[in-house]
């Protein structure tokens, strides 16, 4: 892997930040709006701009900046101040932190169409290449074994069905 000083200096300038400190620089300008900074001027930059024709501001957050609902598993890997989460220091987390977090449910770029399509693919190959074999078995090599008398029913205990329970009268 290349190291975010390196990608960094691969970048137009007009893409890297000028006179930052390399551990809050952020690298791509396509991935999902963030807030950094501290939240009283994130507070201030969300509610009014960011909302849709129609959509109102949820009375429930009392204030609160009422963030895209999109996953951080979106967000470029480096340029981050805690790379592992990928935040910088002092931004303000999502309300649904816990679903959209590096740590909730994987985001996966497959549609379910295509996953259900690729599925049904993958086996019914797999369910005629076993046609293909079984139909394709080679005969076996010896005879099979045979038992006189029926099997050897008498020697095995008699009849093949189950016996009627003895019931014991006292």
């Not at 991935?31 to 701009?49: K, M």
């Not at 290449?129 to 029926?150: C, D, G, M, W």
């Amino acid at each position: 892997m290349f190291r975010p000083a390196l990608l960094r200096t691969a970048l137009p300038v007009s893409k890297r930040a000028v006179n930052a400190s390399p551990m809050i620089v952020r690298m791509a300008s396509n991935s999902p709006i963030t807030t950094s900074g501290t939240p009283d001027v994130a507070e201030t930059s969300y509610i009014p701009n960011r909302l849709t024709p129609g959509e109102e501001i949820d009375p429930q957050l009392n204030g609160y900046p009422q963030l895209p609902y999109v996953s951080i598993q979106a967000r470029e890997p480096f340029g981050w101040w805690d790379r592992q989460e990928r935040k910088n220091f002092g931004e303000v987390m999502h309300e649904e932190e816990d679903a959209i977090g590096m740590w909730g449910p994987d985001v996966h770029k497959t549609s379910p169409q295509s996953a259900l399509f690729q599925l049904s693919v993958a086996f019914s190959l797999i369910g005629l290449a076993s046609y293909v074999l079984i139909k394709n078995r080679p005969e076996r090599p010896v005879a099979q074994r045979t038992y006189p008398y029926n099997g050897l029913e008498k020697e095995l205990g008699g009849q093949a069905y189950a016996r009627p329970e003895e019931v014991d009268e006292e």
